[in-house]
C-alpha cells in the first residue's frame, strides 16, 4: 500500500530561533495531525543535527534533507553526503527540486546518481519533477516530465523504484499561488502511474507515492488530494505556518 505523505520544503527560509519555534509549534500540535499520514519536514541543512535530537520521540515526525551529495565522503567542499544524513536519522531526502535544477544546473545524469545513493543509504528520495509555463504552453509538458522521470529513475531495479517517492511540481505553481488545478495535477500523476506501471508491473506502480507540489494550500488541498493519483503534497510556502500545513495533513 502506497503512503499518504505530507511533505514540508522549508526552503532557505528561518533563522535558526524561528526554526526551533516552528518546530515546538508542531510538536504541540501533534495530536491534530493526521495518524495515517507520514508528516516529513525538510528544514534548512544546518539545523538537522539538533532536530534530530528534538524529535527523537516523535516518530510521527520524520526529518528529511533538502538536498544530498551522492558520494560518502571527500574533498567536495560544501556538499553533505548520504552517509553523513543516515548518521543523523534522517529517513527522507529532496532529489531534483526545480530550484536546484534551475539555479544550481542539476542535470538528469547527476540526479540519477543521487537517488541511488540515497537509496544505497536506505534513504527515501522525493524526486521532484515540473515544467516551465512555457512547456506548459506548448503542449509538449506529458513528454517532458516523462523524460525527466524516465532519465533520473528508469535505471532503477524495481525493488528500488519502490523506495522512492515521485513529486509534480509545475514550476509555474511553485510559490506563485497559480495552483494547477485538480484535473490538471491529477492528468500529469495518472500519466506517471501508468508509465510505472508499464515499466514495472501494476503492483510496484501502485505502491509508489506520486506527491502534487505547487501553491498547496489548505483551501486547495482537499480537492488535489481527493485525485485518485495523488498521495499527498510537497508544500513550500503553507508549510512554514503550522496550523496551515497540519490542515494540510488532514485533507485526505
Ligand atoms: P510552494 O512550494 O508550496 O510554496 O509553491 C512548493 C515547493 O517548491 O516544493
Not at 13 to 22: R, V
Not at 176 to 203: D, F, M, P, S, V
Not at 208 to 231: H, M, R, T, W
Request: charged share 25%.
Amino acid at each position: 500500500m502506497r503512503k499518504k505523505i505530507v511533505a514540508g520544503n522549508w526552503k532557505m527560509n528561518l533563522d535558526y530561533g524561528q526554526a526551533k519555534n516552528l518546530l515546538q509549534d508542531l510538536i504541540q500540535n501533534k495530536d491534530k495531525f493526521n495518524k495515517d499520514t507520514e508528516v516529513i519536514i525538510c528544514p534548512s541543512a544546518p539545523y538537522l543535527g539538533v532536530f534530530a535530537e528534538l524529535t527523537a520521540d516523535h516518530d510521527w515526525l520524520k526529518l528529511g534533507a533538502q538536498n544530498s551529495y551522492f558520494i560518502d565522503s571527500g574533498a567536495f567542499t560544501g556538499e553533505i553526503s548520504p552517509t553523513q544524513l543516515k548518521s543523523l536519522q534522517i529517513n527522507y531526502c529532496l532529489v531534483g527540486h526545480s530550484e536546484r535544477r534551475d539555479v544550481f544546473d542539476e542535470n538528469y545524469d547527476l540526479l540519477s546518481k543521487k537517488v541511488k545513493a540515497l537509496i544505497n543509504h536506505d534513504i527515501t528520495p522525493i524526486f521532484c519533477c515540473g515544467e516551465q509555463l512555457q512547456v506548459r504552453n506548448s503542449n509538449v509538458y506529458r513528454e517532458f516530465v516523462m523524460k525527466q522521470i524516465e532519465d533520473s529513475l528508469f535505471s532503477l531495479s524495481a525493488t528500488e523504484i519502490e523506495k522512492v517517492v515521485i513529486a509534480y511540481e509545475p514550476i509555474w505553481a511553485i510559490g506563485t499561488g497559480k495552483t494547477a488545478t485538480a484535473e490538471q495535477a491529477q492528468e500529469i500523476h495518472g500519466i506517471i502511474r501508468a508509465r510505472l506501471i508499464a515499466n514495472y508491473g501494476e503492483k510496484i506502480g501502485n505502491n509508489v507515492s506520486i506527491l502534487y507540489g505547487g501553491s498547496c494550500k489548505p483551501d486547495n488541498a482537499k480537492e488535489l488530494f481527493a485525485q485518485a493519483d495523488i498521495d499527498g503534497g510537497l508544500i513550500g510556502g503553507a508549510s512554514l505556518n503550522a496550523e496551515d500545513f497540519c490542515a494540510i495533513s488532514n485533507s485526505f
